[in-house]
């Protein structure tokens, strides 16, 4: 069986060099960057292979019902159908999730959210297999949906689910519970639902193996051996017999790192012995994937006159959906996050997360973090205002510094450089251009190309937001990363489970590896899963935790390197270095190239880079739960049509802790981009669901920040290399959209002089 | 199945009296969406974008006449933009480049969705659509040709050939709100024309009824009050205006705005375009 890939721009990176040159600290521009660029890299949804078949899922269009009957007996008449599929015939596990398996390959009782999935098919064309969906007979009992979070909680609503309504509860109490003022400042704040807005859609092709012993499937996920795991689950097959192969990418954000089309994929090529092909379009896209928690919180700041953080009360209630998937995970980093970048010894926290008949929640960019910052922001300006400080003083008077702790007890030993982000954010100029620019285009004001406004109606206002995030993954879990590389006449080649999905990954690792090993020439391998786990690409982490298991592989090898120069020259090996692309003895005149002096041998070293243990939270919400954090800081100036309610964001400036920035280029795409969804949340971005009905399925209805909406963002990286990250760097995805979105909600505040809680800001909270 | 590349009008004409039922395509950037959405199922295509007759305009001083097929990209741009700078406005916030490139007017016509952009313009400059069939040719006023949201006059069979309008000394201009600042569908539009040789000033609403609305209480208050020769209009005349403009509008709630948004932001938009045209206190 041959899958089609054409030349070096494929998906797995298989052969492909990483970057043609650089070494750590250089500006490396990406392998598949032209590619993409020119339409040759192949993603995902262009991969097929001889005889293949189409897949399609039916889905429920109710939020909530029972399950009747199920007749599949119509699909099977229609010809060119090769499978039809229902939860029978799941030979393994009926369930699937990242924490909890809470969540069916296909309903058979009860629908739970609008667009799950109840059967699947295979057929030889995509509209076949759309007609045949279409024959598919469901009866429902159509019941009436929990949507409101506090029924959940409250215990008004019966259980949708055998697991129940709350899928966590988390106290935090910390310190004296009796603090109280002088000044007190509150407010409640609403965040909707924010869908991660990939490009390259879900897909994946899945091949038999012969006499159905096993399936390979080429995939854009985010993390191939956790998928491995619940895909064999249910397949009812060990590990060893499903081989992931990771598939281009077009972005993941968080929305591929749960199951969506692998096992019904995998399900129907076992079945019919064929390759299976599944690619979900736009709509089915925004089903079949779990979003931002949509969340209400609550915080109330008890502060000196001077403005200093006294004590937080705060209460987090999390829309988690029909089913579990990380939303655990999410509630904890939300309420262990509720002080933000600033010292702060006393807190009552009550956090939740339910579930409802809305769409499943998991993860996205910035995981509970974004919630958090949105509500703790507003509050250091209303703080700011009670006492008379400006929003900058207020902040530097509360920041976070190394030795400080979080409401959880856990000493932040990081470099935390809370205040010069500030002020190196603030040090940063000013758009120098009017309102509508020098050169009064229309297109630069608030509504844009619709020509709305003239500059007299606009105002501008300025706000701040700064942010802490946590790295790598928390409360005891081991998220260790593997990499192996071989090293042989000069060339190395890596191989490793990391998933790529634009960080950017696959340049770091050449620049690593010329760093530390001296060579020219860098190979990746394909990315799958015949190594070990790479963990998952998300928590800001795999610079850090993948990064490390190369640099670590590079050491090894080169220590071996050493020890054969060393014997063949009689040298010790101690006394040997890299510099630049040669092998040097320091004590003596020895200098040969890399490529000769491994010239002829193949030295060949696997690392696992595990983090230090975490601990899980206590009942009272204390413990050691995360492994690193970065911070950073945002200031916005927005343009605001009052009357219309309309926005234009001018300019973000940021500075970010990144530790080391060992691909500039790549830390400046990654704020640019983390910056745009965070003005997304901002202004535009919500999945609207009325009644757990979806309303705007579709890239016509559901926004994203175009070119004309999006500002110049102005960056300082802060490079303060951090003792406990692996060569220094932390990692930089995340802290963009962490409050970005808060400092543009507050420079619309300082316009228009009205308090705005919820996001995304519509231009009737403005203008009402 | 069958797709007819046609060439001339007259082939155009022969496809459709084979395939009367058959769907038309000019930039097919709605058409497509609606077929891959599964909205649509299109048995026999004409392809109507390379026929000749539909693609050119014509300016014959005092009307322009835009062949179905011209796009907006040649719309937004001179010369065409200078005679009817109401409908170079309105093709400028259509979609992004690519789908001005494609995208045309009778196809915008063809759909006459209360959100087309082009509509407003073409309400308020009391477009004429001709339409024909190889049974004979007929012309009507817009506001006859569209009935309803998505709903116009044509019939099957029948081809929107183009829109006559004049050509106006006077300020005329478009105004669109959506929640981002490109590449969004109208939640409610205007368009105000201008006309100093009749006296006249022309308002239209987009997005805020089934059809596009004509102001006429508001047209004729301003005709009333607005100073032509000096180009002047009170700051009460525009907030007059205003408020006859949003008393016009029959907005809808939906999931992309409120009524009551909708309602506010037409007159919002009526009470600028009106200070534009009459800059002058
Ligand atoms: C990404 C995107 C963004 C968009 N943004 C906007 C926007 O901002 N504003 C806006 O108004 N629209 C927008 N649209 C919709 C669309 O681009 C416009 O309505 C455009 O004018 C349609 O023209 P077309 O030539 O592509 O029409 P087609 O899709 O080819 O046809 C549209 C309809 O008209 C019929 N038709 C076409 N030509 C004729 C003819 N000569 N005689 C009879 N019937 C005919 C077709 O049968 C069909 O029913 C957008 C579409 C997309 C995909």
Redesign the pocket.
Known sequence: MTVTQTGTDTGTFAGTHSGLAGRLGDSVARPDGVPKAQGSFQFAGDLTADGFLWGATLRSPHPYARIVRIDVSGAWRINGVEAVLTAADVPGKATYGLISHDQPVFASDYVRFQGEAMAAVAADHPDTCRRALAAIVVEYEVLAPLTDPERAIDGSFPPIHPDGNVVRHQRIVRGDQSIHGPVVVEGTYELGRQDQAFLGLEAALALPAPGGDGVELHVATQWLHEDRKQIAACLGMPDEKVRIVLGGVGGAFGAREDISLQVHACLLALRTGRPVKIQYDREESFHGHVHRHPCTIWMRHHAGTDGTIRRIEARFVMDGGAYASTSSAVLINAVTHTQGPYRCDHATVDGWAVRTNNLPSGAMRGFGVVQAAFAHEGQMDKLAAAVGLDPVEVRLRNAMRTGDHLITGQEIVNVAPVARLIQETAALALPTEPVGGHDHDPMRLPGGAGRTADERHIVRGIGWGVGIKNLMYSEAFDDYSTARVRVADGVATVKFATVEVGQGFVTIVGQIARTVLGVEEVVIDSIDTEIGSAGSTSASRQTWMSGGAVEGACRLVRERLFEHVAELHDLEAVQLEIDGTDVVDTLGSLRMSVAAATAGIVIDETFEHHHPATEELDELGQGNCHTAFAFVAHRAVVDVDPELGLVKVVQIATAQDVGRALNPLSVVGQIEGGIAQGVGLAVMEELLQVDGIVKNATFTDYLVPTFLDMPDVVISLVEEPDPHAPMGAKGVGEPPTVSSTPAVVAAIRDAIGKDLHRVPVRPSDICS | MSVIVATSLAEAFAALSAHPEA???????????EVNAGHRHVADVVM??RVGE?CTWRHDGAMLHLG??VT?SQIEAAPIAEWVPVLAQAAR????PQ?RH??????????C?P????LPGLAALDAVVHLASPAGERSLPFAEFMVGPKRTA?VAG????GVTVPVLRGWQGYSKVGVRNA????TASVALVTDLDGRTVRLALGSVGPTILRCTEAEAFAAANVDFANGAASAAVVSEFAALARAAARPIDDHRSTAEYRRHAVGVLAGRLLRRAFPNE
Not at chain 2, 158 to 161: A, C, K, S, V, Y
Request: no cysteine; net charge negative; aromatic share 2%.
């Open positions: 769907t038309l395509v000019a930039g097919g950037t709605d058409v497509m969406v109507v974008n539909l179905a097929g907006w916030t259509v979609g992004s789908i494609v995208g045309t007017i009778g196809g915008n016509l063809g759909t969705s959100a087309g952009d082009g044509r029948e081809l929107i050939i590449m969004v569908i109208a």
